[in-house]
């Protein structure tokens, strides 16, 4: 039986989802300059998310294990370990850029070299802005100051490396279509199985000196809102909207996030990152709106 939602709940689903993925950049950016390290902040994210995992479990068919390892690499340890390392060293209005901003650039790099899959002209055209804005960001590290420049040039290499990850993991899903909520609860739990263990035997953490407040935060942020309720509210929105229009809105992220970081983290805009957010979110708007072939 097919679904059907109104276009105003679409909205809301999509402005919420919005919003938390806009909210991730700066909890994660909050983390990377409290007392918890990127191990336990990772650790948190799949303790957490896998409890609620184990409850939607019974509701779910898993995917095979080979399946659930692949995500559990890439869509799990692997994007949650560089990102939260390099939330550490750089600001989040470069994550900003370099995390939603050029997920489309390392998707459609990434697509081409392993499935063959070239890119329009005009998906070409929507690349170019967005290596001119990683570009921009790069000019901002370099010309930031000498004291922090290679620490924010590292967080940055680690949020591009983030993106790759993270666009791997998409064209995996793409390889093996599964539920949006299947793919949630394979993700987590397998993250749960590998890397708690590890984390728990072998990873620094500073967990026992941490805040309360600071565990709540991320626990229940990373754990909770970006592991399903982000993902639910996206899959209905576009359920009710169509993926063209919600991508279009998900493209809002890159700036709003780096804007919110001025009142929020206390991270002023240089002139090169505000040229570089601009740069990213023309190219992701023309990326949106560009017509996707369908599926033969």
Known sequence: MNETHSPRAGLIAAFF???????????????GKGILTGWDVTALRFGVGSLIALFFLPRVTLPPYKVILLFSMFGGIGYSVVVYAGFRLAPAAHAAV?????????????AWLWLRHKPSPSQMIALLLVFIGIALTAAD????????????????????CGSSLWAVFTLLLRRYPVPPLTAAVSTTL????????????????????????E??????????????VAMLLYTFAVRSLGAQTVTLLMAIVPGLAAVAAVPVLG?????YTV???????????LGARIRQPKPA
């Open 17 to 31: 989802a919005l919003c938390i993925w806009t909210g991730f950049i700066l909890v994660s950016r909050y983390g």
């Open 98 to 110: 370099l995390l939603p901003g050029a997920l489309p650039f390392s998707t459609a790099i990434i």
């Open 141 to 160: 590290t370099l010309f930031h100051g000498a004291r922090l420049t290679g620490q924010q040039m590292l967080g940055d290499l680690l949020f591009l």
């Open 190 to 213: 397998g993250s749960a199985i590998l890397y708690l263990p590890v984390w728990w035997v072998f990873l620094p953490s500073t967990i026992a000196q941490a805040p309360v407040a």
């Open 215 to 228: 565990i709540a935060i991320q626990a229940g942020y990373q754990g909770i809102l970006v592991v399903f």
């Open 267 to 271: 991270e002023p805009l240089s002139l």
């Open 275 to 285: 040229a570089g957010l601009s740069a990213v979110t023309m190219g992701a708007l």
